[in-house]
């Protein structure tokens, strides 16, 4: 009888162990301010990119008579 309960007892143990721990996981990384950096960086790179992507003879000419 006491042999049951114990058992009994460890099972209801290890099932709320699991529970605890998969509520304690986290399913995706937390933005540190080196990602957030890396991003702003990125955007900052493609907008340069899109620009000198687009310039026109007009745009220079206009940048030296500045």
Request: hydrophobic share 50%; glycine share 6%; net charge negative.
């Amino acid at each position: 009888m006491f042999r049951e309960i114990f058992i009994i007892g460890m099972l209801m143990v290890a099932v709320m162990s699991v529970v605890f721990i998969s509520g304690c996981i986290q399913t995706e990384k937390p933005a540190s301010g080196e990602m957030v950096g890396e991003d702003v960086y990125n955007a900052i790179e493609n907008e340069l990119e899109e620009a000198v992507e687009n310039i026109t003879l007009e745009d220079i000419e206009n940048a030296l008579l500045e």
